[in-house]
């Protein structure tokens, strides 16, 4: 359970009982075989978890111990109904971009990353966790969760009729600290991915938003048990107005609408309607206009100004950004002056600024009439004078500064100042040098920041006081670090002091507060992480464990390979987050914080390390560093050899070897190595990876040179010459899976050239796949399962034995394939017959194609054009696919498949038992093709008459003239050339799934 989960719930004997107006709609109970407790760090065993969405609050139901769980609605989830209410819990991995659910209900918990969250079937809770995240619920009513630090996350659910999609806000932010918004589609600056118009859900003070179309969600739930419907969306959206770079007036439109500034100084004029302004960075003036208007206060704002004065009907607020709570700001007066950029004079004030930072807004007090901080904290205007405190400040050169008897706000120069807080609720802001801090009576805060200092806090609370430390904007709980020392050297007079004392310190710095044991109740962070007594406590009374196991680092140490850092670290104490920085020679390379790190050119000679740190149970920072790799060795070799007999080893890289004439062995080893033989027998042997061997003429190539070793890749002899040759290839050229004619050293040959070339491979001893250029070549395959494609020009495609695919690209190109020599398949994209011992065809695009077949059984696939099919004799299947297609299956019994469109079955050959069709797939809209050349009694051409066709169960002909008779319990189609006469009826096909025939569905020809 995590620190505050307390505020959601309480455990009544047997009975969980959630704290209004929490729903259950705004949790989920999800099963895990083996649960640790975050504090403690002890394994519980498998059991039911309750976690409330948008939160870390976690509670571990220990089976037997609660009997049931208790919403403020009066829902109750009795402990016999948790094995069906639990979800399947699925959470990314570091590094992992894709997670899917099952077809039941799911609890997708995305990590740090940029993921695509899929839930596929069930009513799934999706929560992208940090970073730019895809999510898509699938079918049922899905769950989306939006909370701080969530980033920017796209909803591309569409949810049916019967879906209720929902968007669930995290505990303590309510309908006035969001915004909606519409948003026009483009690219994903991220990703590049096509974002569609839609609205945005942003919660104010951060980018932290879900987008989505106005189908995707129903409606939006807040914890104070507010509930927009998508019928509200339309009203409650503002109009999204960005500043642009260099731009330093934004004005609003007579409605409500979200200003939102650039980096620049800027005044923004909301005008009518209730606005939000965000001023973004910079020092900016704000003014909402009529209407009751938004400010936001968050990190990296700037110092901005409010010149909005409420009437009697305004409602003005200022909504500070999510995770900074109460105790993280001040409140002071400050008179008024000129502004010290602009020179503008500000008008006295209150000023509302986030401790440890120069972000603030200064309003007048009839300008604003609340303060909403996200932990559901409301301050009213009737509170600010009681709120405020008086702001002191050092001059240069002072190096005391002492407070009233009342709350003030101290804040220290650059030197080594004292500063005495007296009586009241005191903040205490050193700023730079090592200062000395005593707040003296009340609750005071103290202010860790960077570039502050070493600063000592003398303060000794008494039972009333509640003493604190709030640590500055931008500085996470995993960038400090708390332990005890029982020496020290002052920092002010440089002697060294024996005395037990707590220390928080900024890592990697000198920044850092010290203090007494009882001196400070707890530590607040800017991400609302909080760290009480217990955690404080457990630093100063006990030794810290520190971590065992080491740190591992795998892969050569060369330019172009990637290092995998893996860990065996256990700590008694806990381990939180596993943070990596790799490190060159010592010093940390910027932006490889991930578990794997690519090698550079520039890390060549230097040896490389990672350095994993973490914060245990008790908030301590803990770091493990490998051992370092030998150093990086170069990579990517070109070596160019000598009319004589060369040898080349390559390196670990991407290597290009020449050898040039003489009788040459080239060894690539692994990597994507460029081989290129030359004159004379050589030995080449790229080795693992892709390698790329190089002939550019044919009589380069008189014996067997080709002799890949590699287990890994796709290798690629490529072939080019200036005159018509043909390339052999011998018994002895091995470890190829690709011959190309073309030229170029790229992934893909430039195979634009005419010339005609050829390529016999047909001595090889194993497939390949073979690849022309623009001229007519001739490709000779395997006795194994090869692929020629010709590409452009007129080609002649020999396969060999083996199960050979040919792609056709030229209604003149011939495929040749021998008796019983596999089933092959030609890929065309041009009208095709098939040859001789030849069993698939597969017309490709959407061009209206002619397919044909030849006497063995054939399959032929039609594109999405009308495709005529027509199999000839052999028992045939014939697929249309789409488009309005003519499938005739000839003599034989066939298989027939229209797909989508209208299609047309023909039938014009001998009639008999060996030449019955199946139709798959008859659908209205489609027609039966009878040729009366075959069918000699049905001498009209067009529709076939009414009077010509009888259907019933018995199949049989009704009257003389019932010729074409359909069998309702069968499906059989039947011609009967007397009718009802004594001559036995002839079927010609069986309907698959019995449709619904009439005469209208029949042709005449």
């Known amino acids: 359970m995590d620190e505050n989960a307390t505020t959601y719930w309480s455990i009544q004997a047997d009975q969980l009982v959630m704290a209004p107006p929490l729903g259950p709609h705004q949790v989920v109970l999800t099963y895990v075989d083996n649960w640790v407790d975050p504090l403690s760090g002890m394994y519980l065993g498998g059991g039911f978890v309750l976690r409330v969405l948008g939160s870390n609050a976690a509670q571990f139901l220990t089976p037997g111990q609660i009997g049931s769980i208790t919403f403020a609605d009066g829902t109750t989830w009795n402990e016999t109904e948790f094995p069906q209410m639990a979800t399947a819990f699925m959470q990314t991995m570091p590094g992992q971009t894709f997670v899917g659910g099952s077809w039941g209900a799911d609890y997708l918990q995305g990590g740090s990353g940029n993921e695509t969250l899929l839930g596929n079937d069930g009513n799934d809770v999706l929560d992208g966790g940090a970073g730019n995240d895809w999510l898509d619920g699938g079918y049922g009513s899905d769950t989306y969760v939006l909370k701080a630090g969530g980033g920017s996350d796209t909803v591309i659910d569409f949810a049916g009729y019967q879906d209720n999609n929902r968007i669930v806000v995290a505990p303590g932010i309510g309908p006035d600290q969001v915004a909606l918004f519409w948003s026009e589609g483009g690219p994903d600056p991220l990703t590049g991915q096509y974002i569609p118009s839609g609205f945005v859900l942003r919660l104010l003070g951060s980018n932290d938003e879900l987008r989505f179309q106005p189908d995707g969600i129903n409606e939006v739930l807040f914890s104070d048990g507010s509930t927009w419907s998508a019928a509200d969306f339309p009203q409650l959206a503002t109009a999204f107005m960005p500043a642009m770079p260099g731009q330093d007036f934004l004005g609003g439109s007579w409605q409500a609408d979200y200003l939102q500034g650039a980096g620049g100084n800027e005044t923004i004029v909301g005008n009518d309607g209730n606005d939000v302004l965000d001023g973004g960075a910079g020092n900016d003036w704000l003014d909402g206009g009529y209407g009751s208007d938004t400010y936001v206060l968050k990190a990296g704002g700037g110092s901005d100004t409010v010149l909005d004065f409420a009437n009697y009907q305004d409602n003005n607020r200022i909504v500070v950004a999510p995770g900074i709570s109460p105790d993280q700001v001040a409140l002071f007066w400050s008179e008024g002056g000129p502004d010290p950029l602009t020179g503008q004079y500000i008008p006295s004030g209150f000023v509302l600024r ?69 009586d009241g609720n005191d903040v205490l802001d050193g700023g730079a040098g090592n200062d000395w801090l005593d707040g003296g009576y009340g609750s005071d805060t103290y202010v860790l920041k960077a570039g502050g200092g070493s600063d000592t806090v003398l303060d000794f609370a008494n039972y009333q006081d509640n003493n604190r430390i709030v640590v500055a904007p931008g500085i996470s709980p995993d960038q400090v670090e708390l332990y ?81 850092a893996s860990h065996t670290l256990a700590d008694a104490d806990g381990m939180g987050t596993v943070h990596y920085q790799w490190r060159v020679d010592g010093n940390a390379i910027e932006g490889a914080t991930e578990d794997h790190y690519t090698l550079r050119a520039t890390d060549v000679s230097q040896t490389v390390d990672v350095e994993v740190r973490y914060v245990d149970g008790y908030g301590a ?10 150093p990086v060795a170069p990579t ?47 030995r080449l042997d790229g080795g693992d ?14 014996a067997a040179e080709f002799a890949d070793s590699g287990t890994q890749g796709v290798d690629e002899v ?68 090869d692929t020629l494609d010709g590409c452009l020009g007129i080609d002649t495609l020999v396969g060999g034995a083996g199960n050979d695919t040919y792609w056709v690209n030229h209604a003149s190109d011939v495929v040749s394939e021998g008796t019983g020599a596999g089933t092959d398949t030609v ?19 959407t061009a209206a194609l002619n397919g044909n077949g030849n006497t063995l059984d054939n399959w032929l696939i039609g594109n999405e054009g009308a495709n005529l099919l027509s199999g000839l004799t052999g028992n045939d299947v014939l697929d249309g696919g789409a488009g309005a297609d003519k499938l005739n299956g000839g003599r034989g019994n066939d298989v027939l498949t229209g797909g989508a469109g209208n299609d047309v079955f023909r039938f014009a050959d001998t009639l008999g038992s060996t030449n019955v069709d199946t139709v798959t797939d008859w659908a209205v809209g489609d027609r039966f093709e009878l040729e009366n050349a075959i069918f000699t009694r049905l001498t009209s051409t067009g529709a076939l008459a009414s009077t010509r066709f009888a259907a019933n169960d018995m199949g049989r002909a009704m009257d003389a003239n019932d010729h074409v008779v359909y069998n309702t319990t069968t499906g059989a189609l039947s011609y009967d050339a007397d009718g009802s006469g004594a001559g036995a009826a002839v079927q010609i096909a069986t309907l698959v799934g019995i449709p619904t025939l009439s005469a209208a569905d029949f042709t005449i020809t």
Do not use: C, K
């Not at 920072?621 to 030998?630: C, F, H, I, M, R």
């Not at 070596?639 to 040898?647: H, M």
């Open 718 to 785: 490529r072939f080019a010459a200036t005159a018509s040759s043909t390339l052999t290839l011998y018994a002895g050229d091995a470890g190829v899976e690709r011959v190309v004619i073309g030229t170029g050293i790229g992934a893909e040959a430039i195979s634009s050239g005419t010339l005609s070339l050829h390529v016999n491979a047909a001595a090889v001893g194993n497939g390949l796949t073979m690849v022309g250029n623009a001229g007519n070549n001739r490709l000779t395959g395997t006795a194994f399962a």
């Open 354 to 422: 986030l401790l440890g930072s120069n972000d603030e807004i200064r309003f007048q007090p009839d300008a604003v009439q609340e303060v909403l901080f996200g932990n559901g904290t409301v301050w009213n205007s009737a509170q600010f004078p009681q709120l405020s405190m008086a702001f002191m400040q050092a001059m240069p050169g002072q190096d005391f500064l002492g407070g009233s008897w009342q709350a003030d706000y101290l804040q220290g120069g650059s030197g080594n100042e004292t500063l005495l807080g007296t």
């Open 827 to 845: 890929m065309a994209t041009v009208g095709f017959t098939l040859s001789g011992n030849v069993e698939r065809l597969t017309l490709l695009g």
């Open 636 to 682: 990517n070799l070109n070596w160019t050899g000598s009319a004589g007999a060369d040898i080349f080893i390559g390196s670990l890289g991407h290597d290009t070897l020449n050898g040039q004439a003489g009788n040459d062995t080239l060894t690539g080893r692994s990597g994507n190595d460029v081989l290129i033989g030359g004159a004379g027998v050589d």
């Open 621 to 630: 920072l803990e770091a493990v560093t490998s051992a370092s790799t030998a």
């Open 689 to 702: 990876g892709s390698d790329l061997y190089l002939v550019s003429i044919a009589s380069e190539h008189t």
């Open 484 to 564: 005890v020392q029982d020496h020290h050297v002052d920092p002010i007079t440089g002697q060294t002091v024996f005395q037990l004392q707590t220390v928080l310190r900024l890592s990697g710095t000198q920044d850092e507060i010290r203090f007494l044991d009882d001196t400070i109740q707890s530590i607040v962070f800017a991400d609302g992480t909080r760290w009480g007594r217990e955690i404080i406590q457990a630093a100063a009374l006990r030794p810290n464990s520190g971590p065992t196991g080491e740190v591992l680092v795998q892969g050569e140490a060369e330019a172009g390979q990637t290092l995998l």
